[in-house]
């Protein structure tokens, strides 16, 4: 309990120098994890970046088995068959023949007893696939230039917008990787929802960039520690509001995809809650062990924060100093609340004969003439 206290009022005092360490290390072997995944697997790209019909069949009836059999005779066994909801079957295919689409979507009516009218296709060609991808990568890359822009001018430091692009890359990257290991569907959705989760990312880290901000002069001025337990100081004194921010976000998430999805049957707000819940996620942690330890490590290098370090070197560290400091003014503390002893003495001075520290000499009054 006392430690959740501490937590509440900001006063822990973790140490997130040495979590750090295995924080960027575990951030490197996803890292390399997701890459492999999209080399290997690639990702399950949707109709509208790959181009091609989709048909979508209200039937109960038809597996997805039964659908493939359908379709096997018209060279259309590879297509992707996806069940949504209960009564509903969609089949995507890359072909764009108005003849075939026509001679599949008649032979679905067939095995489902509907009426070909009934089928609803959706035709999109490659082209417009290639311009959607192309303004998703517009708008990432203008997004990176207006938050570097905005850290660099606002916190007037280059090295947090390095730090805050540094776990941005990361988060896409694994959020991309998550999505290929799943094969979990890429839509337009999705990349609205990515948008979605870096601008909440970037919340995060320039709050803890704010509060490493108002701690700078503690290191600057005051020389008591190095710039990098400063950072982790910062990062205690905003972790519970970093821990509120990210469960306020993340329920809203859960039940669009618990109710939304789940209860309700809505596909496109599962694309979405799927991808937010995700870069949520992946969005605090970078928050704290990537985007910090990043500017940390610049600043460190720099040379006042260098000098700094240097003096410090041969002092006690971390807790060791933190100690020390504690314990001399706790001894400070006690020194000038301790009364004098009874040998005659108060504050260093000698009293007359006959007094003690206990029985001061009382006032003497001035006699009239």
């Given at each position: 309990?006392?430690?959740?206290?501490?937590?509440?009022?900001?006063?822990?005092?973790?140490?997130?120098?040495?979590?750090?360490?295995?924080?960027?290390?575990?951030?490197?072997?996803?890292?390399?994890?997701?890459?492999?995944?999209?080399?290997?697997?690639?990702?399950?790209?949707?109709?509208?970046?790959?181009?091609?019909?989709?048909?979508?069949?209200?039937?109960?009836?038809?597996?997805?088995?039964?659908?493939?059999?359908?379709?096997?005779?018209?060279?259309?066994?590879?297509s992707k068959i996806q069940t949504v909801g209960t009564d509903l079957v969609r089949v995507q295919s890359g072909t764009t023949d108005p003849a075939k689409i026509q001679e599949v979507r008649q032979a679905l009516a067939g095995a489902a007893e509907i009426d070909a009218t009934q089928i609803a296709v959706t035709t999109v060609g490659p082209s417009w696939g290639n311009e959607i991808s192309n303004k998703a990568l517009r708008a990432l890359v203008l997004f990176f230039i207006?938050?570097?822009?905005?850290?660099t001018f606002a916190l007037r430091d280059w090295r947090m917008a390095v730090g805050a692009l540094?776990?941005?890359?990361?988060?896409?990257?694994?959020?991309?990787?998550?999505?290929?290991?799943?094969?979990?569907?890429?839509?337009?959705?999705t990349v609205i929802a990515f948008l979605t989760i870096l601008g909440f990312s970037l919340y995060d880290t320039?709050?803890?960039?704010?509060?490493?901000?108002?701690?700078?002069?503690?290191?600057?001025?005051?020389g008591r520690m190095t710039y990098t337990e400063m950072a982790s100081l910062s990062l205690n004194q905003v972790l519970m509001r970093s821990i509120n921010t990210s469960l306020t976000a993340v329920l809203p998430v859960l039940s669009i995809l618990v109710v939304g999805s789940l209860i309700f049957g809505a596909t496109t707000l599962q694309e979405f809650g799927i991808a937010l819940l995700i870069g949520l996620l992946v969005g605090v942690y970078s928050s704290i062990f990537v985007a910090t330890p990043i500017v940390a490590y610049l600043n460190e290098r720099?040379?006042?924060?260098?000098?700094?370090?240097?003096?410090?070197?041969?002092?006690?560290?971390?807790?060791?100093?933190?100690?020390?400091?504690?314990?001399?003014?706790?001894?400070?503390v006690a020194a000038a609340e301790t009364p004098a002893a009874d040998s005659g003495t108060t504050s260093g001075k000698k009293l007359p004969a006959g007094y003690s520290a206990s029985h001061p000499p009382r006032p003497r009054k001035n006699k009239r003439r």
């Open positions: 309990m006392s430690g959740l206290r501490r937590l509440f009022r900001g006063e822990n005092n973790y140490d997130f120098v040495r979590l750090w360490r295995y924080g960027l290390t575990a951030s490197a072997a996803m890292v390399v994890l997701s890459v492999g995944l999209l080399l290997l697997r690639g990702l399950n790209l949707g109709l509208d970046f790959e181009g091609g019909t989709a048909w979508d069949v209200p039937t109960s009836s038809l597996s997805v088995s039964e659908t493939r059999d359908v379709l096997r005779p018209l060279g259309e066994a590879e207006a938050v570097s822009l905005y850290i540094v776990a941005v890359v990361h988060d896409i990257v694994i959020s991309i990787g998550v999505y290929s290991l799943l094969q979990i569907e890429v839509t337009p959705a320039v709050v803890v960039y704010a509060r490493i901000k108002d701690n700078t002069p503690m290191v600057s001025v005051a720099s040379p006042a924060y260098r000098t700094v370090r240097e003096r410090l070197a041969s002092k006690p560290t971390g807790e060791p100093r933190r100690a020390a400091g504690r314990k001399a003014a706790a001894a400070t």
